[in-house]
Nanobody, 118 residues
Framework: QVQLAESGGGSVQAGGSLKLSCAASGNIFSLCKVGWHRQAPGKERELVSSMSALGITHYAESVKGRFTISRDNAENTLYLQMNSLKTEDTAVYYC????????????WGQGTQVTVSS
């Protein structure tokens, strides 16, 4: 069973930056699609960014130009660099990995809280 563990969340003022990390218990990031999701209070979970096994990236319109997804296959770690943070970015952020190309992700982390204050 693959385990994912996020870290790097915290509180930051609007305009600041945070870098989230997601460590995997196995060497899966080079083999699978990966993604970052978030869920704000009272809202549905949304896909923020994803990367295919071949490295093709996708970003939600709300974060384009501000967030960057990357991975270090040797370290089995996925990252999300978040710049120019806005209050509306406040949410619990989850990393996810693997699953069908156009289907749901199979493995999920426990989430890390990101709070952006004005």
């Amino acid at each position: 069973q693959v385990q994912l563990a996020e870290s790097g969340g915290g509180s930051v003022q609007a305009g600041g930056s945070l870098k989230l990390s997601c460590a995997a218990s196995g060497n899966i990031f080079s083999l699978c699609k990966v993604g970052w999701h978030r869920q704000a209070p009272g809202k549905e979970r949304e896909l923020v960014s994803s990367m295919s096994a071949l490295g093709i990236t996708h970003y939600a319109e709300s974060v384009k130009g501000r967030f960057t997804i990357s991975r270090d296959n040797a370290e089995n770690t996925l990252y999300l660099q978040m710049n120019s943070l806005k209050t509306e970015d406040t949410a619990v952020y989850y990393c996810a990995a693997c699953g069908p190309k156009y289907g749901a992700f199979t493995y999920w982390g426990q989430g890390t809280q990101v709070t952006v204050s004005s």
